[in-house]
């Protein structure tokens, strides 16, 4: 399967086009890498792993009642064969699955880059439900959430940098001038 690296899109909404360089990871880097990479195969492994027994304990008790039939009977039952279709749907959804969610991490981290873009400032504020966006350049992330008082902070049409993983996608920091944003 083709990971899907960062795409930088154009937008009338930005000043300028957004300017990105390749910087190399730092020990703090590789170590948010590992730990996310580390998180999300843990959850993928142990779900993967808590199905397929499920599976198996159904197909142990289905040779369990299949013993005390006839042999015909023990032919047309289909307990194995949903066990093996079962564990082959499962294997492939969670190989897919660990591929686009944690496979990345791991890519970025052999790769040993990070991508630092900056782009123009573009606000864009939902008052009704309290939300404060900043629309960004990057095709997966095209709106970012922040707090009321890094958003009330921020002038329009400043230049805000952040820092994005480019296999996973992850963004990683989020900066305007020395400051430190945090956003959901």
């Not at 960062?6 to 360089?21: D, G, N, Q, T, Y």
């Not at 296999?167 to 989020?174: A, F, G, P």
Request: glycine share 6%; proline share 4%.
């Amino acid at each position: 399967m083709k990971e899907r690296p960062v795409r930088i899109i154009a937008s009338a909404e930005h000043k300028f086009e957004p300017l990105s360089r390749d910087l190399p990871l730092s020990n703090e880097d590789k170590m948010v890498l590992y730990q996310l990479w580390q998180k999300k195969s843990a959850y993928i492994g142990l779900t993967y792993l808590s199905l397929i027994g499920i599976i198996i304990l159904a197909i142990i008790q289905g040779y369990g009642r299949t013993s005390k039939l006839k042999l015909e009977e023990q032919f047309f039952h289909v307990v194995p064969f949903f066990g093996i279709g079962a564990f082959s749907l499962l294997t492939f959804y969670f190989y897919r699955f660990y591929r686009k969610e944690a496979h990345g991490f791991r890519r970025d981290l052999q790769k040993g880059i990070k991508k630092e873009i900056a782009f123009s400032l573009v606000k864009h504020e939902m008052p009704v439900f309290s939300k404060f966006f900043v629309r960004t350049p990057i095709e997966q992330h095209q709106l970012i959430q922040l707090n009321r008082e890094d958003f009330e902070m921020l002038p329009e049409g400043g230049t805000l940098i952040f820092e994005v993983f480019p296999e996973s996608n992850h963004i990683h920091k989020l900066r305007f001038g020395d400051k430190e944003i945090k956003y959901f």
